[in-house]
């Protein structure tokens, strides 16, 4: 059983950073494709970023440039970097893990506002 636990939401000013973790149990996070995704109120969840565990990255156009997805595989841990927040990035962070059936973890809220 993997369990996902993330950490380091908040509140921040626009133009402001963040940085999101996700601990992961299990050894199957070595092998395994990571990503954030995001859900604000009223929208469906959408991909944030992923990355492979060989370091392949894929990031959504909307953060392309501001965010940086990274993983420590010693730590089990998956990171997510959010540089120059903007109020629309305000929404629950996700941490997922691919398989089947999919891993999630339990959310953790960012909120962009001055």
């Keep these: 059983q993997v369990q996902l636990v993330e950490s380091g939401g908040g509140l921040v000013q626009p133009g402001g950073s963040l940085k999101l973790s996700c601990a992961a149990s299990g050894s199957i996070f070595r092998v395994s494709t990571m990503g954030w995704y995001r859900q604000a109120p009223g929208k ?3 991909l944030v970023a992923v ?7 894929n990031y959504a156009d909307s953060v392309k440039g501001r965010f940086t997805i990274s993983r420590d595989n010693a730590k089990n841990t998956l ?18 893990l691919q398989s089947i059936p999919p891993y ?7 909120t962009v506002s001055s």
Aim: hydrophobic fraction near 20%; glycine fraction near 8%.
């Design 44 to 46: 469906q969840r959408e």
């Design 51 to 57: 990355r492979t565990s060989y370091g392949t990255t």
């Design 79 to 96: 990171y997510l970097q959010m540089n120059s927040l903007k109020p629309e990035d305000t929404a629950v962070y996700y941490c997922n």
């Design 104 to 110: 999630w973890g339990q959310g953790t809220q960012v």
